[in-house]
């Protein structure tokens, strides 16, 4: 079932264009690479970044397919299907997707699939659902470019969590006024001899206690929340000697 959607979704990659719903003539036809197909998939991006509330936002690659159903009272109701890359943005990230770097083929990019409604009315856009599937690039895409670059690991692995915690602590050590914590690990790779690292990114946020604070009463220091704890939250990046 999985393979048949897979080949489905590459028949209409190749045959990028519009067609007509059988049962719901549109009045009219756009391409996927014309302005107003990429307005629209930009409309759906953000509100697809805005409530992905996990990982690394993601920018737009290309729009897949393009229909326009007949126009009801309430506008044209557009269907499109998107292509997603990983950014480096964490989702706390402030800084807008456009200005956020794609993730390296060597990093193994969690790429996005997401099929969306959206609506056309008085000119614009509104996003009416979304769903979306992810999948890390394969092996045989990474190792193609790059024969040792090891993939990526499952975030409970105990060697991913052990680096988060010694970076968490090197943090606050040197880090005298606020305490951080863990909030979120967001990627890790395992790299086997002769290296023996393990690189991680995590995201961390500032809780209510000082150093001091945290080192007489741990348990009572919770992270920061409401307006402006969006500020407290940092991402960092790690490696670690695993041997
Ligand atoms: C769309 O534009 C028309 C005419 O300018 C206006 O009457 C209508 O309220 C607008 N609809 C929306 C949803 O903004
Ligand atoms: C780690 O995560 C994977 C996938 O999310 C899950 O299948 C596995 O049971 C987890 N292992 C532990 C020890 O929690
Ligand atoms: C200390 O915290 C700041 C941000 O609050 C961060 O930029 C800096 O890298 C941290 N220093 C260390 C050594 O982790
Ligand atoms: C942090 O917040 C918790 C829960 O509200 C509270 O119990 C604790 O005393 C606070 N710690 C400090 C140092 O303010």
Known sequence: MKLLLLSLLLAESLLCTAFLVATKPSSRIINCDDPEAHEAALEALHYINAHHHHGY???????????????????EIMLMELDLLETKCPWVSPTPVESCPVRPIIEQAVEGDC?????????????????CKSEPDSAENIHKVCTTCPLLALLNNTQVTHAVDQALLHFNRDNSTVFYRLHEIGRAQIQGAPE????????IAASNCSIEEANSALDSCVVLTGDGAGQGQISHKATYATA
């Open 115 to 131: 099929k969306v409604k959206l609506q056309k009315q008085n000119g614009s856009f509104t996003v009416l659902g979304v769903r």
């Open 57 to 75: 936002k993601h920018a737009l690659n290309r729009v897949e397919n393009v229909n326009i159903l007949s126009e009801t009272a309430n506008g």
């Open 196 to 203: 023996n690292r393990v690189s991680v990114e995590f995201i």
